[in-house]
């Protein structure tokens, strides 16, 4: 019932106050809030410039907002402007505000998760797949561009929040590096992969863990590629900006307990060319 009567209120209330409050995240309005502020930032090519070359980020840029602030941006900015078939490996970018941007006007996309979510757009011609990242049902050299945004974390992990089925429940911390080689594998040669994961100091949540130095060189590793780019991002007081991965190192992801809910601190974002 009040589930009911929250979707009637409309979203330029929901977000101004939100805004109007804007110190606490996940409290009334804060998805939407944040959703307005993201469709603004990747449309806004002075900001997907900075992310496009690793640059300083205006000051207050995603201020109480979670990674999505800075993820959904630094893709996007990576994503070839050309047209192509292109893979969303985890579902991250099932959101209208991203898929609606130009860059996926010319692309055939299909998205890769192990569960339905309420939102679809298949009106858009977008495939939807439900399968393990790890055993895709995908051809060798298929697509010319990868994101798997937020994912890598929970793969081989307790997925049973999203599957309820305990086979996915697990505890296979070193299953991410099976999901890269398939990536690679169903990734055309001169294709990209675009990676984020929440970056610091190793956390093992049981349903997601956090990368370390050890955990980012081990997709390198596996991946091999030809050549690669980090970025890193973290949160400082008043909002997102670039960083390096030393200055990151010791960063604990923060959890929100009062709305069951948690948010990186400073993610790592890697851009891996096969
Ligand atoms: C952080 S969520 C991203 C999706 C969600 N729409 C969001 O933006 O929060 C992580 C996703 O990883 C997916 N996932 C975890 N392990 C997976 C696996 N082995 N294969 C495919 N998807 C997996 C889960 O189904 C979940 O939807």
């Known amino acids: 019932m009040l589930n009911f009567i929250y979707k009637l209120i409309p979203d330029w209330f929901k977000a101004g ?6 110190k606490k995240p996940f409290s ?11 469709k603004k930032n990747i449309n806004d090519p002075t900001i997907i410039e900075k992310f496009k070359n690793a640059a300083a980020l205006p000051k207050g840029y995603g201020e109480s907002f979670d990674e999505r ?5 630094w893709a996007i900015s990576k994503i070839p402007l050309e047209p ?3 893979l969303d490996a985890g579902s991250a970018l099932n959101v209208k505000e991203v898929l609606n941007h130009s860059v996926f006007d010319n692309k055939k996309i299909t998205i890769l998760n192990l569960n339905p979510e ?4 298949w009106q858009k011609g977008i495939s939807y797949v439900f399968e393990d990242l790890r055993n895709m049902p995908f051809k060798d050299n298929h697509f010319d561009c990868i994101t ?10 307790d997925n049973t929040p999203y599957m309820n089925d305990l086979k996915y429940k697990e505890e296979n911390v070193f299953d991410f590096t099976k999901a890269i080689l398939e990536l690679k594998r169903v990734l055309k040669n001169n294709g990209k992969v675009l990676i984020t994961v929440p970056f610091g100091a190793y956390q093992n949540y049981g349903w997601f863990q956090q990368f370390d130095s050890n955990l980012i060189n081990k997709i390198l590793t596996a991946f091999q590629p030809s050549h690669h780019k980090i970025s890193y991002y973290k949160y400082e007081k008043n909002g997102w900006d670039i960083s390096d991965g030393t200055s990151c190192k010791e960063v604990k ?4 307990t009062d709305y069951d809910s948690g948010m ?6 890697l851009e891996l060319v096969k």
């Open 118 to 121: 309420p939102t679809c757009f």
């Open 253 to 256: 992801y923060l959890m929100v």
């Open 28 to 38: 009334m309005g804060y998805t939407t809030a944040k959703f307005v502020d993201i």
């Open 84 to 86: 192509g078939s292109f």
């Open 17 to 22: 106050y939100y805004n109007a409050r804007r």
């Open 69 to 73: 602030a800075v993820e959904y941006s």
């Open 264 to 269: 990186a601190q400073a993610i790592a974002c």
């Open 148 to 157: 798997c945004v937020s994912t890598l974390e929970h793969v081989g992990m």
